[in-house]
């Protein structure tokens, strides 16, 4: 299938957490916005970094593949 100049793969993953077609979710444009203003209040007002510290974490398997924790250090701007 071909919509505009993107080609779409039937068989890739697609996640959609509002869902799709007629029951699609009412409140996603206020959950993007929400999200948006958010995130951009927290790089305006801190200097986000990830913390470097020695801990590896092994990768876990099994039936689902959980990341690892990931430590991050909020210093606020001047």
Do not use: H
């Not at 890739?12 to 951009?40: D, Q």
């Not at 970094?49 to 990931?70: A, M, N, V, W």
């Amino acid at each position: 299938m071909v919509l505009g100049e993107k080609t779409l793969d039937k068989n890739a993953p697609v996640i959609a957490p509002f869902s799709v077609g007629k029951r699609v979710c009412l409140g996603e444009n206020i959950a993007r916005n929400n999200i948006f203003i958010i995130l951009t209040g927290i790089i305006q007002k801190f200097c986000v970094r990830k913390e470097t510290s020695g801990d590896k974490y092994p990768p876990q398997s099994g039936l689902f593949r959980i990341p690892p924790p990931i430590k991050l250090i909020f210093e606020e701007r001047t």
